[in-house]
């Protein structure tokens, strides 16, 4: 098993980037409230995971030309094409469709219901971006009044926050498909099969699964070329990635200021505590960094690369240059460059 896992910190300033609907605590008729939870008796705001999966999607649409699996809605539920030789999104974010379709029994030529559910467990998983350190969330009072009469009285939850998420991509999963019959594991149909061997796939063993007599399940795979541009693709559009609520007057840039990323050969995540509050104040842990490259050693698939924003946390150049110099276990430069020679290094086995 080979994973890329990420870590990054974003940086901003009155921000709402994920809203939670209307705010029942305020005496505001109209008035938004920030996502927020609470730790240690202390709320802070927050980024769903779905919604930075959102802001992922738009901009692989708009800044790489992906074409984005059509959306089905069906009564209360929604699902896409579930085609992932087509759609690169069905591929890397996974997808659910439940369908059921009406066949004739050869033996008793009767119609029965049959369930065609494809399911398939996304390779790229990330969590919620969430506010390391304490900053209070702060209703701002706003009014419409530009029209004759009493102005519109409104509320909405404003916060400045370093935040902290991180991500993983199954690297053998991407552009693999299984064929089991269970949740999940059901990607694609003998019709699709045949479809993608067509078109330049193969088949492969499974290196896990087995069925009853020992012999490996067989998945099938797409061309090495289509399967690496996708995870690469999917890294790089971390440098222009955008999104967020209230963006006519609450404008924020959602990239990362600081980034790690790594090759692992195992589906462990050791960077989820670099970040930690310190008198009201976040900071990123050197030490701990350390620790994880020499716990970990034997599972890094090369270097650990670290990129910073000039102007984000500038107290930690000098250590960030420190921890390179002599050490060829790590690589340090802008957010970019740590991104763009990160994604250069990514190889897979088939």
């Not at 199954?170 to 003998?190: A, C, H, K, P, W």
Request: net charge neutral; aromatic share 10%; with cysteine.
């Amino acid at each position: 098993m080979k994973t890329t896992q990420g870590f990054i910190l974003i940086d901003v300033d009155v921000a709402a980037l994920n809203n939670a609907g209307s705010d029942p605590t305020t005496n505001l008729e109209n008035a938004v409230a920030a996502k927020k939870i609470s730790k240690n008796g202390k709320q802070y705001p927050y980024v769903s995971g779905q919604a930075w999966r959102y802001w992922w999607r738009e901009t692989l649409k708009n800044d790489f030309n992906w074409e984005m699996s059509p959306i089905t809605r069906e009564k209360k539920i929604a699902f896409t094409e579930a085609d992932p030789f087509k759609y690169s999104d069905d591929d890397i974010f996974g997808y659910m469709r439940a369908a059921k379709k009406i066949i004739v029994d050869s033996k008793t030529g009767k119609e029965k219901t049959e369930n065609v559910t494809l399911t398939r467990i996304s390779p790229l998983k990330n969590s919620a971006l969430i506010a390391v350190a304490y900053n209070p969330i702060v209703q701002n009072w706003s009014s419409m009044s530009r029209h004759e009469g009493d102005a519109v009285p409104y509320g909405k939850d404003e916060y400045c926050a370093m935040m902290k998420g991180m991500f993983s991509i199954d690297l053998n999963q991407v552009g693999t498909f299984s064929m089991y019959g269970r949740t999940g594991f059901l990607n694609i149909n003998e019709t699709m099969k045949e479809l993608f061997l067509n078109n330049g796939a193969i088949e492969i063993d499974d290196p896990i699964a087995k069925d009853s007599k020992g012999n490996p399940l067989r998945m099938v795979q797409l061309k090495k070329e289509i399967r690496l541009k996708r995870i690469q693709e999917t890294i790089l559009a971390l440098k222009t990635l955008s999104g967020g609520a209230k963006l006519t007057t609450n404008l924020a840039d959602v990239t990362p200021k600081l980034i790690i990323l790594a090759t692992l050969r195992s589906g462990n995540h050791p960077f989820s505590h670099l970040a930690k509050e310190e008198l009201g104040k976040t900071i990123f842990s050197i030490e701990a960094l350390i620790q994880i490259a020499n716990d970990y050693r034997s599972q890094f698939d090369g270097k650990i690369y670290i990129g910073k924003r000039a102007g984000f946390m500038d107290e930690l150049n000098s250590e960030f240059e420190k921890l390179v110099l002599g050490n060829n276990s790590f690589f340090y430069g802008s957010v970019n460059e740590a991104i763009n020679n990160y994604v250069e290094t990514i190889t897979l086995e088939n």
